[in-house]
């Protein structure tokens, strides 16, 4: 693999725990190992989000590349600031001369289920995920223009791609966010920009804070926490960001040592009345025909049932 250049990317890592800190260590560090010049963004913040943070994470990944020979800078703002976003792009500039991938798992969580959801909750969640991911392509789309060179690795979730209970304000940002690399890679496809986008499988402090409600459940976390790393998801992030991959426009995800390709939205079934539907053709035809293979409401875990590998 030829080596990769410049990346700025979003740290994943937590705030006070050392356990989350080293699964930011994968991601970055692997990137580091390739050949990356590191430019990594992280407010330290909560999972929640909304306090003032902590640089101290982001400043033990930075040592820890120092030490194993990388080139890294750091950044604290916060992806929701356009002139934060803004300024991580000049920082690779000024520092490296050039930018050649931007990689942006930012996130954080406020579950709850939609009927008792308030407006500050859906705000945070559509805010950090969805507005920082537009902010910091739109800081970096006109110069991968300009240059005909760039690439955009963009995180989703199957809560967003499946579905979640709980979830609904994540979930609406995750997909959204589908959306927009999706249109970053056709929009941008005749300048050699890529944009490709990971739903990943992985134990974080995000997915810690998920309640165990049962024997059955606890013991599902622990085999996630056991089978699905956050090093995994490390390789298909430095594989997408590689001047050697053409992949583009594309929902992968990582699930243990499992990389799946998603499907994106097509019609499955279509029904034509020349004479025009009416409310009571639809409800006496179309509608039954379509439940046969309709899309059941099924969450993750009946997508992906079996243990991972």
Same mark, same amino acid.
């Given at each position: *693999?030829?080596? !990769?250049?410049?990346?700025?990317?979003?740290?994943?890592?937590?705030?006070?725990?050392? $356990?989350?800190?080293?699964?930011?260590?994968?991601?970055?560090?692997?990137?580091?190992?390739?050949?990356?010049?590191?430019? !990594?963004?992280?407010?330290? =913040?909560?999972?929640? =989000?909304?306090?003032?943070?902590?640089?101290?994470?982001?400043?033990? #990944?930075?040592? +820890?590349?120092?030490?194993? =020979?990388?080139?890294?800078?750091?950044?604290?703002?916060?992806?929701?600031?356009?002139?934060?976003?803004?300024?991580?792009?000049?920082?690779?500039?000024?520092?490296?001369?050039?930018?050649?991938?931007?990689?942006?798992?930012?996130?954080?969580?406020?579950?709850?289920?939609?009927?008792? *959801?308030?407006?500050?909750?859906?705000?945070?969640?559509?805010?950090?995920?969805?507005?920082?991911?537009?902010?910091?392509?739109?800081? @970096?789309?006109?110069?991968?223009?300009?240059? $005909?060179?760039?690439?955009?690795?963009?995180?989703?979730?199957?809560?967003?791609?499946?579905?979640?209970? =709980?979830?609904?304000?994540?979930?609406?940002?995750?997909?959204?966010?589908?959306?927009?690399? %999706?249109?970053?890679? *056709?929009?941008?496809?005749?300048?050699?920009?890529?944009?490709?986008?990971?739903?990943?499988?992985?134990?974080? %402090?995000?997915?810690?804070?998920?309640?165990?409600?049962?024997?059955?459940?606890? +013991?599902?976390?622990? %085999?996630?926490?056991?089978?699905?790393?956050?090093?995994?998801?490390?390789?298909?992030?430095? @594989?997408?960001?590689?001047?050697?991959?053409?992949?583009?426009?594309?929902?992968?995800?990582?699930?243990?040592? +499992?990389?799946?390709?998603?499907?994106?939205?097509?019609?499955?079934?279509?029904? #034509?009345?020349?004479?025009?539907?009416?409310?009571?053709?639809?409800?006496?035809?179309?509608?039954?025909?379509?439940?046969?293979?309709?899309?059941?409401?099924?969450?993750?875990?009946?997508?992906?049932?079996? +243990?991972?590998?």
């Amino acid at each position: *693999m030829r080596e !990769i250049k410049v990346a700025a990317t979003q740290m994943a890592c937590s705030k006070n725990t050392d $356990e989350n800190v080293d699964k930011a260590i994968e991601l970055i560090t692997k990137a580091s190992k390739e050949g990356a010049k590191l430019v !990594i963004n992280d407010l330290g =913040g909560s999972v929640a =989000g909304g306090d003032e943070g902590d640089k101290n994470p982001i400043e033990i #990944v930075a040592e +820890e590349i120092k030490k194993n =020979g990388g080139e890294v800078i750091t950044n604290s703002d916060s992806v929701t600031s356009k002139k934060g976003t803004e300024y991580m792009i000049q920082q690779a500039l000024d520092t490296y001369g050039n930018l050649h991938s931007i990689v942006n798992p930012a996130g954080i969580l406020r579950d709850k289920m939609f009927h008792k *959801m308030d407006d500050q909750d859906w705000d945070a969640v559509i805010d950090v995920h969805l507005n920082g991911s537009y902010n910091i392509c739109r800081a @970096a789309i006109n110069y991968f223009r300009d240059k $005909e060179e760039g690439n955009f690795v963009l995180f989703t979730s199957t809560t967003g791609l499946i579905g979640n209970i =709980g979830q609904a304000n994540y979930a609406a940002a995750k997909l959204g966010i589908a959306g927009l690399s %999706r249109i970053i890679a *056709m929009e941008n496809e005749i300048k050699n920009v890529r944009s490709n986008i990971i739903a990943p499988f992985a134990w974080t %402090r995000m997915i810690a804070t998920i309640p165990i409600k049962d024997e059955a459940s606890k +013991e599902r976390v622990e %085999r996630m926490k056991n089978a699905m790393r956050a090093d995994q998801v490390a390789q298909t992030v430095v @594989a997408l960001c590689s001047p050697d991959c053409k992949l583009t426009g594309q929902i992968l995800s990582v699930r243990g040592n +499992e990389v799946v390709l998603f499907n994106q939205p097509r019609p499955i079934k279509s029904l #034509v009345d020349k004479e025009g539907w009416t409310p009571k053709k639809l409800l006496d035809s179309a509608f039954p025909a379509f439940e046969s293979v309709g899309q059941d409401l099924g969450a993750t875990v009946s997508v992906f049932p079996y +243990e991972p590998f």
